[in-house]
């Protein structure tokens, strides 16, 4: 089994910044990627960031020149530094992590609220 532990979610005011963090435990046979999912209220869940095993990164349109994810190998760990948030990021933020060798894990979320 893996586990994945978010944490540094929480309130910020539009236009501030906030960092999240991923760690992943467990037996990790074979990364392929890390990424972020979020899911506001109503809406599907949909793909933020991805950061794949070769440090290829996508992003989502909508958050690209805002967010950057990057990774520390070494500590099995996935970052999401967000800045220039908008009430739109308001959302549960999911780690999600990729193995070759076995279906794929989720965290438990970490909630981000954008608000005056």
């Known amino acids: 089994q893996v586990q994945l532990v978010e944490s540094g979610g929480g309130l910020v005011q539009p236009g501030g910044s906030l960092s999240l963090s991923c760690t992943a435990s467990?037996?990790?046979?074979?990364?392929?990627?890390m990424s972020w999912y979020r899911q506001a209220p109503g809406k599907p869940r949909e793909l933020v960031a991805r950061i794949a095993r070769n440090d290829l990164r996508t992003y989502l349109d909508s958050v690209k020149g805002r967010f950057t994810i990057s990774r520390d190998s070494a500590k099995n760990t996935v970052y999401l530094q967000m800045s220039n948030l908008r009430p739109e990021d308001t959302a549960v933020y999911y780690c999600?992590?990729?193995?070759?060798?076995?279906?794929?894990?989720w965290g438990q979320g970490t909630q981000v609220t954008v608000s005056a």
């Open positions: 999600h992590l990729e193995d070759v060798m076995r279906p794929p894990s």
């Open positions: 467990g037996n990790i046979f074979s990364l392929k990627a």
